[in-house]
């Protein structure tokens, strides 16, 4: 079966300052990966995917994020974080066998002006 | 282009009283899918709808029905809504239920049961 962790709860960075939110992940097959941001009191909005090809996938709002096949990792990145990032960030993944998208628990990002 | 609509935003029942929850998207997308979210726990599947015509469990159906009245359309029906259903409930579609495809999301249903 599939899953995914998120392994902080909470990830707090100063405005300016690169970010980094952890993902980690387990498949039998090959894994389909993807980011989601949920701001306050709305739904959740995509920011990218890897499916195939390089590793490192590029998304909205200047979010990037790296496929690591040997450490199953999927981070998200940013080079220089703003307020408005502040916001509940989730990982997902499926295999390639069409089952069910699994989500991760969720990181909430601060940052800090 | 709206997306994906859920309705109603917000809804307060008793212990035993039963609801629906209604979903539309206007994406011409195939697969529906329902959630609920609670602090800590993620996103986890309720029911999906690969297609007009099917759904299937996902990973907490009890308690649940739904019905996918047409491709537009998707609903969740609580019978008998008990405490431990109160949550955020997102509705998401998807165009095809491929394990590639991007899922969009509705803005959700903030259900309490007392």
Same mark, same amino acid.
Do not use: M, W
């Given at each position: 079966?599939?899953?995914?962790?998120?392994?902080?709860?909470?990830?707090?960075?100063?405005e300016g300052n690169p970010l980094t939110v952890k993902c980690t992940y387990s498949v039998s097959g090959n894994p389909y990966l993807f980011w989601y941001v949920q701001y306050p009191n709305r739904g959740l909005q995509f920011l990218l995917k890897y499916i195939t090809g390089d590793n490192l996938v590029k998304g909205s709002?200047?979010?990037?994020?790296?496929?690591?096949?040997?450490?199953?990792?999927?981070?998200l990145k940013k080079p220089s974080a703003l307020v408005s990032d502040s916001a509940l960030y989730f990982c997902a993944v499926r295999d390639s066998g069409n089952t069910p998208l699994v989500f991760g628990k969720g990181t909430r990002l601060s940052v800090i002006a | 282009n709206a997306g994906v609509t859920q309705t109603p935003k917000f809804q307060v029942l008793k212990t035993g009283q039963s609801m629906t929850l209604q979903c539309a998207q206007d994406m011409n997308h195939n697969s529906m899918y329902w959630y609920r979210q609670d602090p800590g726990m #993620?996103?986890?599947?309720?029911?999906?709808?690969?297609?007009? #015509?099917?759904?299937?469990?996902?990973?907490?159906?009890?308690?649940?029905?739904?019905?996918?009245?047409?491709?537009?359309?998707?609903?969740?029906?609580?019978?008998?809504?008990?405490?431990?259903q109160t949550s955020v409930y997102f509705c998401a579609s998807s165009t095809a239920g491929a394990s590639t495809d991007t899922q969009y999301f509705g803005p959700g249903t903030r259900l309490t049961v007392l």
């Open positions: 079966a599939q899953s995914v962790a998120q392994p902080e709860d909470q990830v707090n960075v100063a709002y200047g979010f990037e994020a790296e496929f690591n096949k040997s450490q199953t990792s999927f981070h | #993620g996103l986890r599947l309720i029911y999906y709808s690969a297609s007009e #015509g099917t759904t299937d469990k996902g990973e907490v159906p009890n308690g649940y029905n739904v019905s996918r009245l047409n491709k537009r359309e998707f609903s969740l029906r609580l019978e008998s809504a008990a405490p431990s």
